[in-house]
C-alpha cells in the first residue's frame, strides 16, 4: 500500500508543476478546464495518504491482538475483541481504497496530462447564443 501512495503522490507532484505551467502560459485556459478535476485527485491522494497512515498504526495493534496479521488469527481475534475487530476494519478500509479508488485516481490523472482541449474549443454558438 505504501508503494502504491508514494506512487501516487510523486506522479501528483508532478502533475502540479504541469498545471502551473499550463496556468502561467497561453494554456491557461486549459489549466481552468482541469482545475475541478485536479482538486478531485489531489483530495483522493491525500485521502490514500490518511488511509496508509491509520493502517501504519492499526497493523501493529492489530498483530498484537491476533497474534499475527494471518488472515485467519485476524479474523478469528475480530470475533472476540472489538480493538481487534477495529484495527481490521482499517486495514481492510485502506487496502481497498489504495488498491481500487487510488487505481482510478491515477487514471484521471492520466486525462488530465493529456489535457483535451475540447472545453477550449467547443463553439459558442453550440451553446445556442449567436
Not at 510523486?10 to 482541469?34: D, H, I, P, T, W
Not at 490514500?48 to 479474523?75: C, F, N, T, Y
Amino acid at each position: 500500500m505504501a508503494e502504491k501512495t508514494a506512487h501516487a503522490v510523486s506522479r501528483l507532484e508532478a502533475l502540479a508543476k504541469e498545471m502551473g505551467q499550463r496556468a502561467g502560459s497561453e494554456r491557461v485556459l486549459n489549466a481552468y478546464a482541469f482545475a475541478h478535476p485536479f482538486l478531485e485527485v489531489t483530495g483522493d491522494v491525500t485521502f490514500a495518504w490518511m488511509h496508509l497512515w491509520r493502517a501504519s498504526i492499526a497493523a501493529p495493534k492489530l498483530a498484537q491482538k491476533a497474534g499475527s496479521l494471518d488472515r485467519e488469527a485476524v479474523q478469528k481475534a475480530a470475533q472476540n475483541n472489538k480493538d481487534a475487530a477495529f484495527y481490521a476494519g482499517q486495514m481492510e478500509s485502506a487496502k481497498f481504497f489504495i488498491h481500487t479508488l487510488l487505481t482510478a485516481t491515477c487514471g484521471k490523472m492520466d486525462a488530465i496530462l493529456e489535457g483535451n482541449t475540447s472545453v477550449e474549443d467547443i463553439l459558442d454558438v453550440s451553446f445556442g447564443t449567436k
